[in-house]
């Protein structure tokens, strides 16, 4: 049995054999791709064949691929730069209230740039106001919107075939951000009617340091940043050519497994799910079937979450939680605010290829004596810490 269980597949995934293998096969070769010597010309070769495979993946074509340096640049690339080409359309934004900071930050951006930024509602189980969103994007002078195909914190799956559709009918361009899914659940960027999407091939075993943005032909995208000739004049610097060949080599391998690990890491979170809930204080967030199959969310009241999940790395289990905006286990999530559950830290446990049965069950066993333990141990500290006021209050 394994002494230490990694439940942090949601932020990033261990490096599948596959990528190393691509990366290292890339190592001893030189050249810029946009050149014409011979080393070139064969950097440029593994650029497009992992291009060709990246696309395939996405039922798309390879020039709707451009690569970027992630998931963060991806969203950047898509949201600013389709907004600043369709200026002369108009000047507003719609994202909803639960998407991931890049996403929010990239909206907020705009501002600089003279656009504004306009935020719709979700439900209680994290999903998307689809009438109000039909709303907003009616309304004169919008050029964009962004609807995460999942939730990053809780795993919610949102309807993005439909706001995609009713984007279409408004004339409005549509981004999606796939990062929590791409690897995990089919991805069919045309059947879902997206205009951008966005990946990060970290999250699917791929290295860090590179994702790609899906761009439906006919969708103008102004370069961001602009510079050189690379990625059709979309983002300037050399690409990452070796995390490019990782990237596509890990994400053939996780399609290829797709089937067999949805099946398995839903049975896992379901299973997590329902041992969560029976935990004294403890409340499990997002939507119980329409979610990811990786992803669980939860919280504890009454402890401190950073005590919380040092205790558990103490334990042998590397759970992530706290706000993505800063990494801080303290902050309350913005997400689960969105919800409708203020002041409320989140705690994510995050399944993948690696996670087994016998670890979520040694995850679940351990739990409710550690919550019991940290609730006295908190209950105690509020008790001295009260008695100490009493005694120094003068007499």
Known sequence: ME?????????????????????????????????????????????EEARSEVAERLFAQPDEIAFTSGGTESVALG???????????GDRVVVSAVEHPSVLGAARSLAQEGFMSVSVGVDPDGRIDLERL?????????????????NHEVGTMQAVAEAAQLCREAGVIFHTDACQTTG???????????????????????????????????????????????????RAGMENVAGVAGMAAA??????????????????????????????????????????????????????PEVLLMSLDEKGFEVGGGSVASGMAHEASPVLEAMGVPHTVSTRIGVGPSS?????????EMLP???????????????????????????
């Open 3 to 47: 002494s230490r269980i990694y439940f942090d597949h949601g932020s990033s995934a261990p490096l599948r054999a596959e990528a190393r293998t691509a990366i290292e096969s890339t190592l001893d070769t030189t050249g810029d791709p946009l050149g014409l010597h011979t080393d070139s010309r064969r950097v440029r070769r593994i650029l």
């Open 79 to 89: 949201i600013r730069g389709a907004a600043i080409a369709r200026r002369e359309s």
């Open 134 to 150: 039909a709303s907003e994007i009616r309304n004169p002078g919008t050029v964009l919107a962004s609807v995460q195909h999942a």
């Open 184 to 234: 995990k659940l089919p991805l069919d960027a045309t059947a879902l009617g997206a205009d951008l999407l966005s990946i990060s091939a970290h999250k699917f075993g791929g290295p860090s340091g590179a994702g790609a943005l899906y761009v439906r032909r006919g969708v103008a995208l102004s370069g961001f940043p602009p510079g050189d000739d690379r990625e059709r004049r979309r």
């Open 251 to 304: 994400l053939s391998s996780a399609m290829h497994e797709l089937p067999d690990q949805a099946a398995k890491q839903w049975s896992l979170t379901e299973r997590l799910r329902l041992g969560i809930e029976a935990v004294d204080g403890a409340t499990v967030h997002g939507h119980p079937t329409q979610r990811v199959p990786h992803l669980v969310g939860f919280s504890v009241s009454g402890l401190d």
């Open 356 to 364: 087994r049965e016998e670890g979520v069950e040694r995850f679940l």
């Open 369 to 395: 004596g550690l919550v019991a333990e940290l609730r006295q141990m908190a209950d105690s500290s509020a008790e001295t810490l009260s008695r100490l006021r009493e005694e120094s209050e003068p007499a």
